[in-house]
C-alpha cells in the first residue's frame, strides 16, 4: 500500500504494511524508537510520497534522541506508554512544516504575478508592459549567469 499524499503521515497500530514502527511500550528510554521489524503491538508509520522511508525513519531516530516521545509519555511507573493521537499531532506538525516549505519553494520560481486582463487601448499600459517584460528578460539572464557560476 502506498501513501498517495504528498504530506500526510499514516499512523496506525498493527500496521503491517508500514515503512517502520516506533516502539509505544516499554521503558521510557525506548519510548518512540523506531524500528525495522514488524510486530502487531507496534506503531506504525507510512511515509508521505515526497519523504523516503529511510529518511523519516532517521528522523524519528533524530526525535527520540532529541526527547520528543519522553515527553510525551505517560504511566505511573516505570512501564511508560504513547497516546496514538500524540504521535499523529507531532507528524502532523511535520507535515504541515513540510507544506509550508513545498509551497515557499514553488513561489520562489515565480517571478511575478501574471495579468489576466490588459486593457489594450492605452498605449502608456502597452509601454509599461513591454518595460517589465524587458526587466524580466534581464533578471532572468542574471539569474541564469548566476547559476551558470555555481
Not at 521510557?28 to 525495522?36: A, H, I, Q, S
Not at 509519555?73 to 513540510?98: C, M, P, T, W
Not at 513591454?130 to 539569474?143: F, I, K, Q, Y
Amino acid at each position: 500500500m502506498e501513501n498517495p499524499s504528498l504530506f500526510t503521515w499514516i499512523v496506525k497500530t498493527n500496521f503491517a504494511d508500514a515503512d517502520f514502527w516506533l516502539i509505544n511500550k516499554g521503558s521510557k528510554e525506548k519510548l518512540g524508537l523506531p524500528v525495522k521489524e514488524f510486530q502487531p503491538y507496534l506503531t506504525g508509520i507510512k511515509c508521505p510520497a515526497l519523504i523516503l522511508p529511510a529518511y523519516g525513519f532517521y528522523m524519528c531516530m533524530y526525535l527520540h534522541q532529541k526527547g520528543t516521545w519522553a515527553a510525551h509519555s505517560q504511566g505511573a511507573i516505570n512501564l511508560q506508554h504513547l497516546r496514538i493521537k500524540y504521535i499523529k499531532q507531532v507528524f502532523q506538525g511535520i507535515a504541515s512544516d513540510h507544506r509550508l516549505q513545498h509551497e515557499a519553494r514553488y513561489k520562489s520560481f515565480v517571478p511575478y504575478p501574471i495579468r489576466t486582463e490588459i486593457d489594450t487601448d492605452t498605449e502608456t499600459e502597452l509601454e509599461e508592459l513591454e518595460l517589465e517584460e524587458l526587466e524580466l528578460e534581464e533578471l532572468e539572464l542574471e539569474r541564469e549567469e548566476l547559476y551558470a557560476v555555481m
